[in-house]
């Protein structure tokens, strides 16, 4: 089955901890992006990345590591969380980019910093 | 900073009737235009991608773009119960070395029986 499985699905963690949310996807996709959702704010672009080893900054980058050292994989770090991370993730991925691609969206990742 | 605004609603539409959904978005170079639908508590799913102006369809769904208002739109026809949802509308630079993609804070649609 074609999908984007993202891991954990929910955490609880503490300040300064560092923690990884995995990502990853089956459908040998080229691009690779990660989300936030907070209520009132809306979905927001964190990273994203074209290919391996091809990454770039999205509109809330700060606090967030990504890598894409293979083509299924891309994971999310916080190096030092803080309460203010705490937020809804998802992450998606698409055959590449351009017309007619459609963006496949992972579970979600309900992430709570106390 | 580019923007995309959406009504938060809720727009309350009876079964059967044209819902309607708008969106504009700041950036004039934007390229790619996306409407989502989420269901609380899951994660959103593409439903119409439009990228020329004009009108693409879809089944009961119909994007409407027009680039010189900075304007897309989403008409569901016959609207069903099951349609109630978020709707988030996406803009974008897509394609190339680019992708950036800016969601609206979404629309909620309810759809009365």
């Known amino acids: 089955e074609a999908q984007v499985t993202q891991n954990p699905r929910y955490l609880i963690t503490v300040t300064g901890k560092k923690l990884t949310v995995t990502c990853s996807q089956n459908?040998?996709?080229?691009?690779m992006s990660w989300y936030r959702q907070d209520p009132g704010l809306g979905l927001r672009q964190i990273y994203y990345?074209?290919?391996?080893?091809?990454?770039d900054k999205g509109d809330v980058p700060e606090g967030y590591k990504v890598s894409r050292k293979e083509k299924r994989n891309f994971p999310l770090i916080l190096e030092s969380p803080s309460p203010n991370q705490t937020s809804l993730y998802f992450c998606?991925?698409?055959?590449?980019?351009?017309?007619?691609?459609?963006?496949?969206f992972g579970p979600g990742t309900r992430l709570t910093v106390t | 900073q580019k923007e995309v605004e959406q009504n938060s609603g809720p727009l309350s539409v009876p079964e059967g009737a044209i819902a309607s959904l708008n969106c504009t978005y700041s950036?004039?170079?934007?390229?790619?235009f996306f409407w989502y639908r989420q269901y609380s508590g899951k994660s959103p799913e593409l439903i119409m991608s439009?990228?020329?102006?004009g009108d693409q369809e879809d089944g009961r769904f119909t994007a409407q773009l027009n680039k010189a208002s900075q304007y897309v739109s989403l008409l569901i026809r016959d609207s069903q119960p099951s349609d109630s949802a978020t709707y988030l509308c996406?803009?974008?630079?897509?394609?190339?070395?680019?992708?950036?993609?800016?969601f609206g804070k979404g629309t909620k649609l309810s759809v009365k029986p």
């Open positions: 998606a991925s698409s055959l590449s980019v351009g017309e007619d691609y459609e963006q496949y």
């Open positions: 996406a803009v974008g630079h897509v394609g190339g070395s680019q992708g950036n993609l800016i």
């Open positions: 950036d004039r170079g934007s390229q790619s």
């Open positions: 990345s074209m290919n391996v080893e091809v990454t």
């Open positions: 439009i990228y020329s102006n």
């Open positions: 459908m040998n996709h080229e691009y």
